[in-house]
């Protein structure tokens, strides 16, 4: 059958035949065009509906356990380390079903349902759609008699005119096209399909019933209670808490913070924007100073909060070739405290640093006055560390990293010499 339903929405029969075609191992694209959609359709579909229904005893999924030589004692850091990774699970069609492997795979199942699938998309629906005074079925009515003249490029006005069976206001239309709620209701119909666009502020009270879903597939397997699980298998991972420190969000300057635990170190990262491919990069760069191999040490374990800048868990887990860079795991909503001791550490960076201060002004324009932050910050003596400054322990216990971090421009200052005050910046 050629791709002719161009209709997003997927119905139950359409979902019973994706998981017959995962059983015989279709790909996605034979069971996308037996059901007349999208091959991206189909892979969004599998990939957002299907679920773990085994979970692998190992404590890593690795390629290389059934031969290891090395102990089997498993944790990113390890030479050995290959991540598994199966064709028909995790590429096309995208789930177990059916596999005649599966009874004597011993990493993790992933099954697809089609009632599960039809179940989660219904619940998904129906919460989306909360405050929209329109019934599902009326709401794909009218966006499949809009959507074709919406294209032609007749705006909601024109179609109002011509069609006064459609019985929400031109207003209405321009919102369920601008939130999304067309989309999410299976009508392809989105702004970019408007001839332009009505600029209006939207009240208060409407963005909470049109705000956007957000894909938390990310916190698969990393959430604070993943993490506990982690650190109790592997008691000596040595866990770096990550987060970010800025006054203005729209013009920044923003700052990537990194805590080595086991040192009590605190390095600063300067960025000029807050998105999540530049706290990647903040990533590398550390990387980069430390090494693949120590970071692999050092960093084996990164735990982090919620923002949208640290959403690319992924790419930050794995690099180009495949092997594993670190462990990303997110601490529960409004739980700072499950990060306390960085949270602890911004007081400090407040010092220099005041809140409602432009930063820029203050001298905090780049790197260099980043590492001067970090400097002063770690050369200040701890209580909890018996008087010793971050800088020391790090020098006692892990020579060679200190001399990494002096290379790249952190000094050790003179314990008279710190200054944690917004003055050091200034030039």
Do not use: W
């Not at 491919?277 to 960093?299: C, D, P, V, Y």
């Amino acid at each position: 059958m050629a791709s002719s339903n161009k209709n997003l929405h997927i119905t139950l029969d359409e979902r019973k035949i994706i998981e017959t075609g995962i059983h015989n191992g279709s790909t996605k694209t034979a069971i996308a065009k037996t059901i007349g959609k999208d091959k991206s359709t189909v892979g969004r579909e599998i990939d957002i509906h299907r679920y773990r229904s085994y979970k692998c005893s190992l404590p890593l999924e690795c390629n290389n356990y059934k031969h290891c030589r090395l102990g089997r004692h498993c944790r990113p850091s390890c030479s050995g380390f290959v991540p598994f990774s199966c064709y028909r699970r995790d590429h096309s069609p995208g789930a177990c079903n059916g596999c005649a492997k599966v009874s004597s795979c011993h990493f993790d199942h992933f099954r697809y349902d089609a009632s599960i699938a039809d179940a989660q998309y219904r619940q998904t629906l129906s919460a989306a759609r909360e405050g929209i005074d329109i019934s599902e079925s009326h709401l794909i009515e009218i966006g499949s008699l809009i959507r074709p003249l919406i294209k032609q490029g007749l705006s909601p006005y024109a179609i109002l005119q011509a069609h006064p069976e459609v019985d929400i206001s031109e207003k209405t239309i321009y919102t369920y096209i601008e939130d999304g709620t067309f989309k999410r209701a299976g009508v392809d119909l989105g702004p970019l399909d408007l001839r332009r666009q009505v600029s209006r502020k939207i009240k208060k009270k409407d963005k909470n019933h049109y705000k956007q879903r957000k894909d938390r597939k990310y916190l698969n397997g990393r959430l604070y209670k993943d993490y506990q699980v982690y650190i109790d298998e592997h008691p000596d991972a040595r866990v770096v808490q990550m987060d970010t420190v800025y006054n203005n969000i729209s013009e920044g300057p923003f700052m990537q913070t990194f805590k080595f635990m086991r040192y009590s170190f605190t390095l600063v990262i300067y960025h000029d924007a807050k998105d999540a491919r530049s706290m990647l990069e903040g990533i590398l760069l550390l990387e980069k100073i430390l090494g693949a191999q120590m970071f692999n040490t050092e960093a084996e374990v990164l735990l982090t909060d919620r923002g949208t800048e640290f959403t690319l868990a992924d790419e930050i887990e794995h690099r180009d070739d495949g092997t594993m860079r670190t462990r990303i795991f997110y601490c529960d909503p409004m739980q700072s405290a499950q990060k306390g001791s960085l949270e602890n550490n911004h007081e400090e960076i407040r010092y220099i640093c005041p809140k409602e201060t432009d930063l820029h002004k203050l001298g905090l324009n780049g790197q260099d006055d980043a590492n001067l932050i970090t400097s002063h910050i770690n050369s200040f003596p701890k209580e909890r560390l018996n008087g010793r400054t971050p800088f020391e322990m790090l020098k006692f216990l892990n020579p060679e990293m200190a001399e990494r971090f002096i290379q790249f421009g952190i000094v050790e200052i003179e314990k008279d010499k710190v200054v944690l005050k917004p003055y050091l910046l200034k030039k």
